[in-house]
């Protein structure tokens, strides 16, 4: 599915102008069409974090596979042991709730989920690995 019109998305966040981010303009140094994003955003019905690059593609990607693919060590697993949800592939309460993101870098974002977990950073291919295409499959 692909988001055609992030514009008529509301901004729910605490701060939700500086969703508004801005490649190309203040942090994004050597801005990259199609791995910088111009802005996010979040549908609230299809439970998804939604991301405009800088060459105008949206992609939507659900908060549950967001989650289950948090690169930091300890959902991803590090030194031979097995990454969170290869222990347990079931989502707990919170840990699918998006409660804020931040940009780090120029590279990537920092995703807050409701369950207090804070420590994986998005690089910004991988949330384009993750999004939603609209190429039909
Ligand atoms: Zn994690």
């Known amino acids: 599915m692909v988001v055609s019109r992030i514009r008529s998305i509301v901004f729910g966040w605490e701060g939700a102008t500086t969703m508004e981010l ?8 050597e801005p990259i069409e199609g791995t910088t994003p111009r802005r996010f955003g979040y549908d ?9 690059w800088l060459d105008g593609q949206a992609q939507a990607i659900p908060f ?9 060590a300890v959902c ?3 030194l031979g042991r097995p990454g969170r949800f290869q222990v347990d592939p079931n989502l707990r ?13 120029n590279y990537g974002l920092k995703v807050i989920w409701a369950d207090g977990h804070d420590t994986g950073i998005y690089r910004f291919e991988l949330l384009q690995h993750l999004g939603e295409n609209g190429d039909g499959d």
């Open 22 to 29: 801005v490649a190309g303009k203040a942090h994004i140094d």
């Open 64 to 72: 549950a596979r967001l989650r289950r693919s948090c690169p930091c």
């Open 76 to 78: 991803s697993g590090e």
């Open 93 to 105: 309460p919170g840990e699918d709730e998006l409660s804020d993101i931040q940009l780090v870098g």
């Open 44 to 52: 609230e019905a299809a439970r998804s974090l939604l991301v405009e």
